[in-house]
């Protein structure tokens, strides 16, 4: 899969892209990840990428030029059109699901903004979906890029190794992943490992106990209550 990025700061991906399983994903060319920054493309003679909204207001707005521009450099690196996805806090949810969906694109392109938000024909310019990752507000769409790009690359056949990839089988109804924390829908059960006791902390019983089925249905329960606390809103669907 490609995956474009269209930033102002094409810097703060480079750590989050140097570990673990998204570097391995890289590595081994189960991903590839172009980053290209929009201001190389504006044709102000400051390298100008935002100014003030028309009808007045705070903050600054994303122009048109920079961004069109350097999406049609992008565009025409490949000859697959790929999803185009603009990080606002007025997108769409990201899920799970959305994730899965997008694991399924040959490319996408996601452009990240600053300042106040993007000029609107941007969006309609380029018909792009929009997609937020929460519902607060970040300074940038960067840290949203980056989290959509983890959650998709771990989702592509052969990114996670094969310690993972085993418990994953284990763990066949969870979300995609040995390490995730959303089982069938709910959230995970309690975890341990050694030692039996820790500062007087004890390992439940049960999970030393041998009785596979019974542990099963401990977790079970122990997830539904969990999510029947923390999250009943997962219940509901
Ligand atoms: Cl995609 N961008 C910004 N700036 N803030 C957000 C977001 C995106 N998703 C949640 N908050």
Redesign the pocket.
């Known amino acids: 899969m490609r995956i474009d990025v269209l930033t102002l700061f094409p810097e703060m991906f480079e750590s989050p892209m140097s570990f673990s399983i998204l570097k391995r994903a890289k590595d081994s060319g189960v991903v590839e990840i172009v980053l290209t920054n929009i201001r190389d493309f504006s044709k102000d003679k400051h390298k100008k990428v935002d100014d003030r909204p028309y009808g007045g207001g705070p903050g600054m707005v994303m122009m048109c030029q920079p961004v069109f521009d350097c999406f049609k450099h992008v565009a025409e690196q490949s000859k697959e059109k790929g999803r185009i996805i603009l ?3 007025q ?1 769409k949810p990201f899920t799970q699901k959305l994730a899965a969906e997008l694991a399924n694109e040959k490319r996408i392109i996601l452009i990240s ?1 600053h300042y106040e938000g993007f000029d609107e024909r941007i969006r309609t310019g380029l018909a792009a979906e929009q ?4 519902d ?6 960067e840290l ?1 890029a980056m989290v959509i790009i983890d959650t998709v690359a771990r989702l592509l056949p052969g990114a996670l190794g094969d310690e993972y990839s085993a418990q994953d089988e284990t763990f066949s109804e969870s979300a995609g992943g040995g390490s995730t924390s959303l089982t069938a829908g709910g959230l995970e059960y309690p975890q341990y490992t050694r030692p039996e006791v820790f500062r007087d902390m004890k390992v439940p019983d049960i999970l030393l106990s041998g009785h596979h089925a019974e542990i099963e249905k401990w977790r079970h329960r122990q997830s539904l209550e969990r999510t029947r606390q923390i999250r009943p809103d997962l219940l509901k669907e």
């Not at 607060?136 to 769409?141: D, E, R």
């Open positions: 990080l606002t806090p997108g903004g997609i937020s990752i929460g607060y507000v970040l300074s940038g769409g949203a």
